[in-house]
Nanobody
Framework: QVQVVESGGGLVQAGGSLRLSCTTSGLTFIAYTMGWFRQAPGKEREGVSCISASGSRTYYADSVKGRFTISRDNAKNTLYLQMNSLKPEDTAMYYC????????????????????WGQGTQVTVSS
């Protein structure tokens, strides 16, 4: 059974930084593209960043480009999202998922029925 656990969220002032982590079990982590998504209240889940299985290719939504950095440690089955220069509009629940994006074409597949979502980690940025 695939399990996904996100952590690292919190309350931060605008301009601050947070580092999110995502650990997985039950899947061959090194074989999968991984992605970060977020969902604000009343809004649809949106793609934030995507990284290829090897880590050699990354993709970012325009809204976070230049501020967020995605990375992965395949030896630890862990995905990261370093978030700098945070803005109030970054406030959302953040989720990670396997095989839910394409870093080469910049495509997001959040609505695939077989995606295993974790509980998410809340990021709140105060102004």
């Amino acid at each position: 059974q695939v399990q996904v656990v996100e952590s690292g969220g919190g309350l931060v002032q605008a301009g601050g930084s947070l580092r999110l982590s995502c650990t997985t079990s039950g899947l061959t982590f090194i074989a999968y593209t991984m992605g970060w998504f977020r969902q604000a209240p009343g809004k649809e889940r949106e793609g934030v960043s995507c990284i290829s299985a090897s880590g050699s290719r990354t993709y970012y939504a325009d809204s976070v480009k230049g501020r967020f950095t995605i990375s992965r440690d395949n030896a630890k089955n862990t995905l990261y999202l370093q978030m700098n220069s945070l803005k109030p509009e970054d406030t959302a629940m953040y989720y990670c998922a396997a095989d839910a994006c394409d870093p080469y074409g910049g495509r997001w597949f959040a609505k695939r029925p077989n995606i295993n979502w974790g509980q998410g980690t809340q990021v709140t940025v105060s102004s």
